[in-house]
């Protein structure tokens, strides 16, 4: 049998749909329908299998949200930590002194600038009276006196440890925490200190350079204990009003009294991120969340970082993309620059250049630097942005995190305390503290005792100024998941190829093993050929 005879005879008996017709057929009017009809249908499918292939290859993802039950146990989703700040960042009762580690006495008055001081040296080296400016360098001194009238330039000049010292202290801001738990089904309450022993809560003071020293609170669950939420009494101390002095600081600094609480992910740099509320002083702010979470899919759908770490100086925590690109600009101004612009700079940037060593000339407007170096500074960072496109730049190469959590807020708020609780406020959370001598006004109960009128407004002054709660709850069991899923995978590729090639074609699986099996024929002809010439010179 020739090679023609086994083509002709595998496409006789082939699965391929039409083919064995137009072998088989007699007629030529017959036979040249179905060779034309093979061929448009061919044509049809060959688009069709374009269109999917061009489809799969596009690597297109569609966003499914899904409700569960929230499951701590499982390590995936955890309970989110706690930032909370107070809006007035300096204390009013500031030790007159501190002892370090070599035993020696540090006095405050004299190593630290208060604010009056700062915005005095700071009206001085930017005021334009008296002095030749032109009209351009009028400009730049007030853009500087602007946006260094902020208590994070404020805490920049001065250091690292007189914004310790300076501000709030976690044992006198935070003045009561209870931690609301649920055992085996029972709703139960303990001191923060008592389950900080057995390791259910952890808080921390923590330096955010805008606010000082604020407090993190974070926590650890097990299978047997479950938290369901945290109550915390704040003192606000708003005796000092230095930052009020200053019109600018009253512009630029933080104003208003109450404490920020914000929800960030755990194991992530402790920032103001979007779930955060303000608990006004003289109320009790009740604030519910609920966890949610978002997968995006990395390359080749998209891009997204899939769990590293970001670190800077001595710390290193889990990477989030507002982190990133705040870290990369003040990362490209302080190469180009030799300093540190606090308006593009994340607080942990500045503030590990605290803790290192005294800021000095790393701050961009450093008070100690004189006119043309201060005017040389400003007209690099304009360089800078205007060269670089930074923000943009930045935005590229700070990617999405693969899988982040957050948390929606809903708030309410009363009006806190009652009259009658304010002398058990005064002798369980303030009489042993250093500012006590403030409150003495509060060892009077007025629903009990005769109180002037004089009186009761001081009462109600203090705690309405100085005090706020916030009770911090998990609303409900609900965690809703926003994650990207490829459009087309491959399975489904695989069906849609077979689906149309059957359709148009009637192509099949079976026509690959009529493919091998007509190779094998066309192979053992081949060997017979060879095998016969050999026989034939033999015999010749």
């Not at 369901?228 to 630029?252: A, C, M, P, V, W």
């Not at 081949?526 to 010749?540: G, I, L, Q, T, Y």
Request: net charge negative.
């Amino acid at each position: 049998m020739e090679i023609r005879d086994i083509t002709k005879d595998c496409a006789r008996k082939s699965s391929l749909k039409g083919l064995p017709r137009i072998m088989n057929s007699h007629e030529k009017p017959l036979k040249a329908l179905w060779i034309v009809g093979l061929i448009v249908l061919f044509g049809i499918c060959v688009c069709q299998v374009w269109v999917i292939l061009t489809d799969y290859f596009e690597y297109s993802a569609v966003v499914t949200v899904t409700e569960s039950q929230l499951d701590l146990t499982k390590g995936n989703v955890q309970l989110p930590n706690i930032l909370v700040c107070n809006m007035n960042p300096l204390q009013s009762e500031v030790d007159q002194y501190e002892e370090s580690s070599d035993n020696k006495k540090y006095y405050i008055e004299e190593d630290f600038m208060n604010v009056q001081e700062f915005l005095t040296e700071l009206e001085q080296v930017t005021s334009c009276q008296n002095k030749s400016c032109n009209t351009r360098e009028e400009f730049i001194m007030a853009y500087i006196k602007y946006t260094s009238s902020t208590f994070l330039n404020y805490f920049s000049h001065v250091g690292y440890r007189a914004t310790t010292i300076l501000s709030h202290q976690k044992e006198n801001f935070i003045i009561h925490c209870k931690l609301h738990l649920d055992v085996g089904g029972l709703s139960c309450e303990t001191d923060c200190e008592d389950a900080g022993l057995v390791g259910l809560v952890q808080l921390k003071s923590y330096l955010k350079i805008q606010y000082g020293m604020c407090t993190t609170i974070s926590f650890n669950y097990n299978d047997t204990v479950k938290i369901t939420g945290i109550s915390l009494t704040l003192h606000l101390d708003n005796f000092n009003d230095q930052f009020r002095k200053s019109e600018y600081f009253g512009i630029n600094g933080n104003k208003g009294s109450g404490a920020l609480v914000s929800l960030y992910e755990p194991g992530t740099y402790p920032m103001i991120t979007s779930a955060s509320q303000i608990a006004s002083s003289g109320m009790a702010t009740q604030i519910g969340y609920q966890i949610k979470s978002t997968k995006i899919l990395n390359k080749p759908y998209g891009t997204c970082d899939s769990g590293s770490v970001i670190t800077m100086f001595k710390h290193q925590f889990k990477y989030t993309e507002e982190v990133c690109r705040k870290h990369c600009i003040a990362a490209k101004v302080y190469t180009a620059c030799g300093c540190v612009f606090p308006d593009t700079s994340n607080d942990i940037f500045i503030g590990d250049l605290l803790e290192s060593a005294e800021i000095g000339n790393n701050f961009c407007f450093y008070l100690k630097r004189n006119r043309s170096e201060l005017i040389e500074k400003y007209n690099c960072l304009q360089n800078v942005f205007e060269a670089n496109n930074l923000d943009n730049t930045c935005y590229e190469s700070c990617p999405r995190p693969c899988e982040a959590h957050q948390y929606s807020m809903s708030v309410s708020a009363v009006k806190w305390p009652k009259k009658s609780q304010y002398k058990a406020i005064y002798e369980n959370r303030i009489a042993n503290k250093k500012y006590a001598w403030r409150y003495e006004a509060l060892k009077k109960d007025c629903i009990k005792e005769n109180c002037t009128l004089a009186e009761e407004w001081k009462q109600e002054q203090l705690i309405e100024s100085n005090l706020a709660k916030a009770n911090i709850f998990l609303e409900n069991d609900r965690h809703i998941t926003h994650e990207e899923k490829p459009k087309t995978t491959f399975s489904v590729l695989v069906s849609q190829l077979g689906a149309t090639l059957n359709l148009w074609c009637g192509i099949t699986v079976v026509i690959f093993v009529e493919l091998v099996e007509y190779f094998i024929l066309l192979f053992m002809k081949k060997s017979e050929r060879k095998r016969n010439a050999v026989e034939n010179e033999d015999m010749h």
